[in-house]
């Protein structure tokens, strides 16, 4: 590994300057090589959104409503950019019939009936997982792992595919080294069996599902990915993963 390529203290503020709107104070912007910090900031957004959900839940009032803080407070602090890429790219990977067409449409800023759908669909699912949870479970740990197993997905998927266009956040961004793929997907599945102990292990395998399933739709689709691509990524694994949390 070259010296320039080892992760840094500064990639983590950097991962929070590109995924988060948090203040990113002391980034270093190293592109694709910062990639291995991206579970750190799903932890920070993983953890204060669930504090805002138990906040709630000590104020009085029900799990639904809990869950409903949690859900916004995630919203809010990543400007919504991965629902986003959800709706954008399930409208255009069902809605075009050609790969062009299809890219085409996920770079349109209008949305269509697709994404509608699909945003009703796993907001729906994130609020009823987050409401059992903080109804039965371990509400903060599993928030957290979350957040932090449906973004080791993007590096991984940043690497495994090539880009499906010349242009673009991903583009940008470019594709990191294996190596940072494995920094990655070490932190999350770290916090993860830490933090859920044996559970962790369904959570880290249904997060791989969920992320190679989105990489083989994307692939046969477009050819590659983009940040859309890489939003709807997270989103699914995030699903994913509270859903095996509370089986």
Known sequence: MRKNDAPA?????????????LPAFGAAPR???AAWAYPLAG?????IAGCAGLITLWAGLPAPLAALVTLTTQIALTGAMHED??????????????????????????????????????LSA?????????????????IIVAAA??????????????HA???????????????????????????????????????????L???????WIAQAKIGGQTGDILGAAQQVAEIAVLLSIIA
């Open 165 to 207: 266009r010349g242009a673009g956040l991903s583009h940008g961004v470019g594709r990191p080294a294996w190596r940072i793929v494995g920094w990655a997907v070490g932190v999350a599945a770290i916090a993860a069996v830490v933090l859920l102990g044996w559970s962790g292990i369904g959570a880290i395998l249904w997060a």
């Open 43 to 47: 932890m920070v957004i993983g953890l």
């Open 209 to 215: 599902i969920a992320t190679i399933a989105v990489g």
């Open 9 to 21: 203290l500064g990639d983590i503020p950097a991962a929070l300057g590109l995924l988060t709107r």
């Open 149 to 162: 197993l449906s973004r080791a997905a993007l590096p991984a998927l940043m690497r495994a595919l090539p």
């Open 85 to 122: 890429g959800l709706a954008d790219s399930v409208d255009g990977l069902w809605g075009g019939w050609t790969r062009a067409r299809r890219l085409e449409i996920m770079k349109d800023s209008h949305i269509g009936a697709f994404g509608v759908i699909a945003l009703i669909l796993s």
């Open 126 to 142: 994130r609020w009823a997982a987050l409401w059992l949870l903080f109804q039965h479970g371990n509400a903060l740990a599993a």
């Open 31 to 33: 592109g694709a090589v």
